[in-house]
T-cell receptor, first 109, second 113 residues
Framework: QQPVQSPQAVILREGEDAVINCSSS?????VHWYRQKHGEAPVFLMI?????EQKGHEKISASFNEKKQQSSLYLTASQLSYSGTYFC??????????FGTGTRLQVFP | DTGVSQNPRHKITKRGQNVTFRCDPI?????LYWYRQTLGQGPEFLTY????????KSRLLSDRFSAERPKGSFSTLEIQRTEQGDSAMYLC???????????FGNGTRLTVT
């Protein structure tokens, strides 16, 4: 089952904050976050693991609610370069990732 | 780290023809994944390997799709008797073991006419 992301789209001015959510109906072991710009490959942002371990870029923050099987990605003080489509990828007890429906983010000057 | 390499970048084929794509992962990565992506959608899981072993294949895939990873190095994805619905971007990704980031290649864009 594909995880559901919300919102589907976000429009921001530079410097504003945004939260992107990812929800699964399955018991999860891991949640990944990727950003994809038009015509490019997805780029890794963050991994959150059951038990609290996180790996990712310093300027990105995220949370993982293991009881609700939900994750949120927090984008603060947005920059123009943050524009793109954000995907969460969820893993159960294997390393197979199922990607979500996507959230399109546009940041304007 | 030269990144994940996919060839060809673009492939146009006629319906009913067979096509094969190649993926060269980052050399020290033992996991290799294939995904398919259509416009506006998230990557759809096709299959993945640990070394040369194919660990899982999507149940959504028909028998027209097959993938191999001989000797745990590069991988090929073959689509037999292509259909227009196969038109998509085919993405390959590799990763080290155990819950590590996926490194994606730039993909092969398939157009079936």
């Amino acid at each position: 089952q594909q995880p559901v992301q919300s919102p589907q789209a976000v429009i921001l001015r530079e410097g504003e904050d945004a939260v992107i959510n990812c929800s699964s109906s399955k018991a999860l072991y891991s949640v990944h976050w990727y950003r994809q710009k038009h015509g490019e490959a997805p780029v890794f942002l963050m991994i959150l693991l059951k038990g609290g371990e996180q790996k990712g870029h310093e300027k990105i923050s995220a949370s993982f609610n293991e009881k609700k099987q939900q994750s949120s990605l927090y984008l603060t003080a947005s920059q123009l370069s943050y524009s793109g489509t954000y995907f969460c990828g969820t893993g159960e007890y294997t390393d197979k990732l199922i990607f979500g429906t996507g959230t399109r983010l546009q940041v304007f000057p | 780290d030269t990144g994940v390499s996919q060839n060809p970048r673009h492939k146009i084929t006629k319906r009913g023809q067979n096509v094969t794509f190649r993926c060269d992962p980052i050399s020290e990565h033992n996991r290799l994944y294939w995904y398919r992506q259509t416009l506006g959608q998230g990557p759809e899981f096709l299959t993945y390997f640990q070394n040369e072993a194919q660990l899982e294949k999507s149940r959504l895939l028909s028998d027209r799709f097959s993938a191999e990873r001989p000797k745990g190095s590069f991988s090929t994805l073959e689509i037999q008797r292509t259909e227009q619905g196969d038109s998509a971007m085919y993405l390959c990704a590799s990763s080290p073991p155990i819950s590590s980031p996926l490194h994606f290649g730039n993909g092969t864009r398939l157009t079936v006419t």
